[in-house]
């Protein structure tokens, strides 16, 4: 294992998010969203099919005894990634990426209520306070003597869409969780791909849109970078442990910012800065205390093997 590689492709991985999030943004919501996620999905599995391909055959990676569990996963999923893209459609990339740091605190929440994980009072603490930062996020949008109230509106919406984005996206994560003790990690990702491809294609019925050349190389990029995101972050874990991994997901706020405003010519409210703060902090603790957690567990279990 090589942790310097791993935290460079995490790094790299959460560039790609941002800059798939930067190109759904710039669509401004004018293409249906089901349209959306078929172009990101579809697209997405050119990079993907090469990349398993080279790792030793499509077969071999796509093989699995628990479709059903794969088909869970894709509609938790799809779920997230639908109400996401409503959330980037809706309001700034910083805010909207600021509010989907709440899907640890919702799969600590859900953790304990449909796994029956023991929660102790230090990370319910962080659960709170990280779902306070998010208030603090929505706060401006929510004021409507300094904002036209239809678009104090729509960023409110934008902000239940984000968490509704969380919430779903924590329970993939669960699902997740699942899968890795069987899975193969392409098979996961591959049915995932190939799911919501169906499920975007699907939405046709509901009526698409034709897109513009600057539309049509906006969703393309969106599915490439997309699918070069997944890779990174599927290598990155062979080269360190996923705890270790983890916090530098927050390293996607500042690129929001760089590409926010660049691009996009965005800059966030001091209450978005001093949020998604909250919201970090609250994170990174619960990370540190899985972590520790983990540790005394294998202490333990250490212990008992060796009495």
């Not at 398993?52 to 077969?59: I, K, N, P, V, Y």
């Not at 899907?103 to 659960?127: D, H, K, N, Q, S």
């Not at 997740?176 to 169906?198: D, P, S, V």
Request: proline content about 3%; charged content about 10%.
């Amino acid at each position: 294992m090589d942790p310097r590689k791993g935290i460079a492709l995490k790094i790299c991985a959460t560039l790609s998010l941002v800059v798939m999030g930067a190109c759904i943004s710039g669509l401004k919501g004018e293409i249906p969203i089901g349209e959306v996620v078929f172009f990101r999905s579809a697209i997405s599995m050119l990079p993907l099919g090469i990349w398993m391909a080279l790792q030793g055959g499509m077969r071999k990676q796509i093989a699995t005894k628990h479709i059903g569990g794969h088909v869970i996963r894709s509609f938790s999923g799809t779920g997230g990634m639908v109400f996401s893209y409503m959330a980037l459609a809706s309001l700034p990339l910083v805010d909207a990426t600021a509010i989907s740091y709440a899907t640890p605190l919702f799969t600590v929440m859900l953790a304990a209520l449909l796994l029956g994980e023991v929660v102790r009072i230090y990370r319910w603490t962080a659960v709170v306070v990280g779902l306070c930062g998010i208030l603090i996020i929505l706060s401006p949008h929510a004021s409507w003597a300094s904002l036209d109230i239809a678009d104090s509106q729509t960023a409110l919406l934008g902000g239940v869409f984000g968490l509704l984005a969380a919430f779903f996206s924590a329970i993939s994560m669960i699902q997740i969780r699942h899968l890795t003790q069987t899975e193969n990690t392409g098979a996961i990702i591959f049915y995932f791909t190939m799911l919501t491809t169906i499920i975007g294609a699907a939405s046709i019925v509901l009526g698409w849109k034709m897109p513009s050349a600057w539309q049509l190389m906006l969703l393309i990029g969106t599915g490439v970078i997309g699918g070069i995101a997944q890779i990174f972050v599927t290598i990155s874990l062979r080269h360190a442990e996923a705890s270790l991994l983890a916090p530098f997901d927050y390293s996607s706020m500042l690129w929001a910012l760089i590409i926010g405003y660049i691009f996009l010519g965005q800059l966030p409210v001091p209450a978005t800065v001093l949020g998604a703060s909250i919201v970090v902090a609250a994170g990174l603790f619960t990370l540190w205390r899985e972590r520790r957690l983990h540790k005394q567990r294998v202490a333990q279990q250490l212990t008992l093997s060796s009495s």
